[in-house]
């Protein structure tokens, strides 16, 4: 009950499904380069109860990536659930959105949602 709980907490935004990479104070998305698994309509795992099983590079966001894992956007529901604890100790980093190239490509407004 406890884990559905905690599963419910996401919005499913998706971005941890993309290829990311981590420049100073930013973390760029790639919105064209994703896991094999995410469906890019819906934002959806479309093999979630496995995924763990059959995606090598997939990770739980559980408790502990919570409060540290860089990869996880601010406006991801685990980050802002640690920080209302006080308990986030990643640095906060900017979004940044982009298709292709990650050090120069094209890039993408940032959706209110994720601001
Ligand atoms: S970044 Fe956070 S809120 Fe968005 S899909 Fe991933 S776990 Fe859910």
């Known amino acids: ?56 590079r997939c990770q739980r966001v559980n408790r502990f990536r919570a409060m540290f894992a860089s990869y996880l956007p601010e406006s991801c529901a685990y980050v802002q659930w640690a920080r209302s604890h006080h308990i986030r100790f990643a640095p906060k980093r900017h979004i940044r959105l982009a298709r292709g190239d990650l050090n120069g490509g094209e890039e993408e407004d940032i959706p209110a949602s994720l601001n």
């Open 1 to 56: 009950m406890a884990r559905v709980k905690w599963e419910e907490r996401c919005h499913r935004c998706g971005l941890c499904c993309h290829e990311k990479v981590i420049i100073g104070d930013q973390v760029i998305y790639d919105l064209d380069a994703y896991c094999e698994y995410y469906d890019v309509k819906t934002h959806r795992c479309t093999i979630y109860l496995e995924r763990l099983e059959k995606s090598a």
